[in-house]
């Protein structure tokens, strides 16, 4: 990060903006990006190290993003630290659902309780940060939800039915939501990306064989960066993209099933 040429959304400066899960990966070019726009920058996340370093590497570019601590599968939990952003930063006009996690897992060796889990931590914080979010939003005349998905359900990946069947089910929450917000100009969008290549994912997961899969099924043989995902949560989150809601908006490069 660092080098990427945003280009400017002026409406973005100073407004309130919260990140879930934007400690490390997709969610650190997030928090950069809305940073470098000036905007007022709150992330959760549970990975303490990393985020610390984050902000101390953006205290240098603009005002420094404040973060939050946050277990977001606790629910009470994360309405307090929504509340604690508000109070310190303002009202929310930008929220990102992002905190996920793509565990791999076969179906059979798949519990009751690891499913609940998988729901907790990929789907329900969606909904509960959206639903705490809502009213301030809505009293300040509107703004921009981004929930993200995932093209692994598109693709039909067996090997993580916990983590498809969340990002699914996040497509219907997002129409959903759109539907229920847009009298209050409350927009509800949903990030579908391909396979981003994250510090996380070169690590763990993309060998020779499954980037060679993976860039196959692609139209463009380009690696998606985080930072190409940031370009678009900008656009949706600003003015430019005030008619733009009950959307699917796929970073993927043309992926194919």
Known sequence: MGTFNY????DLKDRTVLITGGGSGIGAAFVEAFVRQESKVAFFDIQEENSLELVRKLATVNQEPLFVKCDVTDINVLKKAVTEVENKLGTVRVLINNAASDERHEPEDVTPEY??????LNLSHHFF?????KPSMAKAGGGAIINMGSC?????????????SSKAAIEGLTQSLARAYGKDR????CIIPGQVWTSRQMKEIMTPEYEKFMTEKQCLPDRILPEDIAQLALFLASDAGRMCTRRNYFMDAGIGA
């Open 129 to 133: 940060a959206a639903q705490a979010v």
């Open 152 to 164: 692994s359900w598109h693709m039909a990946m067996e090997f993580m039915p916990g983590y498809t």
């Open 7 to 10: 280009p400017h959304y002026p």
């Open 115 to 120: 499913w609940e889990q998988r729901l907790r």
């Open 186 to 189: 409350i927009r509800v969008n």
